[in-house]
């Protein structure tokens, strides 16, 4: 059967506007030309879009006309569109082309969550695993986190015997509240450092604070137990193995720490294995630890360096025998040393030792030094024997 299609269109040149428009002259079927489309129910609709060649120089807003042509036979209706739409000053060629609009996109915002591992006084976080740079002392390490900063912790629940300050004996049951009390109190301290040096300096630890216990302490260091692996903190084993006491607070494993000090007492480990002297005296007779800081006077009236002399420490013999001085050494913290000349220091009796010049007698020593030696604002006295033994290691404020 012959099929014949028509077509017309025209042009105006001020709007730029192409109108095509199709007619089917059979009753069987008919033919289109590119811009005609069938509709299809399960589609989204289609926009045909048909540009042509233009030459004007004004652009012109765009306009979309659709008309419907009814068709003889039963073929759908054939849609025509017809675009008028705004074009730069260029020659284009006349292209057809059929698009589908994209869904809209959905754009998701996301805020950054930024995370620390440095501790903070209350939260979630309760554990970290961390290096420990320094032992400061038996119970207090500087550890550094995995984000690079570091800090000093402190052990929680335990209190090992002090190196830097003091010792107080009395703290300690059993052991005496005299220069040889603290003289042993000491040495064990240093022992306690150095097996904590052993166990854990260098190495990677995991640290757990305890909800039951303060977070940070009254100098503001984080309050841990340190484990170098899943078993025994080393907490415990300090208390285990006599290296400290157990500290009088409140903690989840207090209970456990209290059986490992009484069974270290019960058994004389460690420091709780302190015997007095066999003279049965005071604890500190007829021994170097007999020599005892008994007066400062660091701040001398005026100018100190103007005033040697009234800078002064006087040392006792409170023991029963007389002492032997010769050779010893007196220093501040600052390593200013003096060297006791040929000495003997009697029993129960005082020596004074001057910053400044003088004549030495049986009671009074001159440093012979142009300058003050001893802080006002505080310092370290260190008493050290021919031999190399410290016998005094006192702090003043």
């Not at 006084?121 to 550094?144: H, L, M, Q």
């Not at 503001?220 to 078993?231: I, K, N």
């Not at 209970?255 to 007492?265: I, P, R, V």
């Not at 010769?326 to 005082?350: K, R």
Request: net charge negative.
């Amino acid at each position: 059967m012959m099929v014949f299609a028509g077509c017309s269109s025209s042009t105006t040149a001020d709007t730029d506007t192409t109108t095509t428009t199709t007619t089917a002259l059979t009753t069987e079927s008919y033919t289109t030309i590119d811009t005609t489309i069938q509709p299809v129910e399960t589609t989204p609709a289609t926009v045909v879009q048909s540009t042509s060649t233009t030459t004007t120089q004004q652009p012109v807003s765009t306009t979309i006309r659709t008309t419907t042509i009814a068709s003889t036979t039963s073929t759908p209706p054939v849609t025509t569109v017809t675009t008028t739409a705004s074009v730069p000053p260029t020659t284009t060629p006349s292209t057809t082309r059929s698009t589908t609009a994209p869904p809209a996109a959905t754009t998701t915002s996301t805020t950054p969550t930024t995370t620390t591992e440095e501790p903070v006084d209350s939260g979630p976080k309760t554990s970290w695993t961390v290096e420990v740079v320094r032992v400061v002392d038996g119970d207090t390490y500087e550890v550094e986190f995995p984000d690079g900063h570091t800090e000093d912790v402190r052990l929680l629940g335990v209190d090992t015997p002090e190196v830097h300050v003091e010792n107080t004996p009395d703290e300690f049951e059993g052991i005496p509240t005299t220069q040889d009390g603290e003289d042993w109190l000491r040495d064990w301290g240093h022992k306690a450092s150095e097996f904590a040096r052993t166990e854990v300096s260098g190495e990677t630890v995991i640290i757990k604070t305890d909800d039951r216990a303060d977070r940070r302490g009254s100098y503001g260091r984080l309050l841990v137990y340190v484990y170098t692996d899943d078993s025994k903190s080393v907490n415990e084993m300090l208390i285990e193995q006599g290296y400290a006491r157990m500290y009088d607070s409140e903690f989840s494993q207090r209970s456990e720490f209290a059986s490992d000090e009484q069974t270290a007492q019960g058994n004389h480990v460690g420091l709780w294995n302190y015997e007095a002297p066999e003279d049965g005296g005071d604890g500190d007779s007829g021994s170097a630890s007999q020599l005892v800081v008994s007066n400062i006077q660091a701040d001398a009236p005026g100018n100190d360096h103007d005033n040697l002399n009234e800078e002064y420490i006087t040392f006792t013999n409170e023991g029963d025998d007389e002492l032997t001085l010769t050779s010893w050494t007196i220093e501040d913290a600052a390593n200013h040393q003096y060297s006791v000349p040929e000495f003997t220091l009697g029993a129960h009796e005082s020596v004074t030792l001057y910053t400044g010049s003088g004549s030495n007698s049986a009671n009074e020593l001159f440093w012979g030094s142009g300058s003050a030696i001893w802080n006002n604002g505080g310092d370290t006295i260190i008493v050290t024997t021919s031999s190399g033994e410290t016998v005094i290691q006192k702090e003043y404020n």
